[in-house]
Nanobody, 127 residues
Framework: QVQLVESGGGLVQSGGSLRLSCAAS????????LGWFRQAPGKEREFVAA????????DYSDSVQGRFAISRDNAKSMVHLQMNSLKPEDTAVYYC????????????????????WGQGTQVTVSS
């Protein structure tokens, strides 16, 4: 069964850290650009970070640049999001995402271009 399963969400104080993980059950894992999106209550789902097939290239939204780090382990078919210096405005449901589009022209930043979604994991940052 093709699926993405997230783990690692939770409650943390402002300034703290969390590490999200996503286990992928997909054929040819390295075919996919992997990423993370988030959705806060009453807001649209937004791009957070993405990483290319080899892990050599990554991209971040302006709001998390310098605080979050995305990585992937192709041997284990997993992608991670290390989140540091968390702020209350980072509170959201975080979704693992995968697309077969190439890592060019920021296509992976668009919700409509995502082929696979995880079920989401809640991250809550208290002030």
């Amino acid at each position: 069964q093709v699926q993405l399963v997230e783990s690692g969400g939770g409650l943390v104080q402002s300034g703290g850290s969390l590490r999200l993980s996503c286990a992928a059950s997909v054929p040819t894992f390295t075919t996919y650009v992997l990423g993370w999106f988030r959705q806060a209550p009453g807001k649209e789902r937004e791009f957070v970070a993405a990483i290319n097939w080899s892990g050599a290239s990554s991209d971040y939204s302006d709001s998390v640049q310098g605080r979050f780090a995305i990585s992937r382990d192709n041997a284990k078919s997993m992608v991670h999001l290390q989140m540091n210096s968390l702020k209350p405005e980072d509170t959201a449901v975080y979704y693992c995402a995968a697309t077969t589009l190439a890592f060019y022209d920021n296509y992976y930043r668009r919700v409509q271009n995502i082929d696979l979604w995880g079920q989401g994991t809640q991250v809550t940052v208290s002030s």
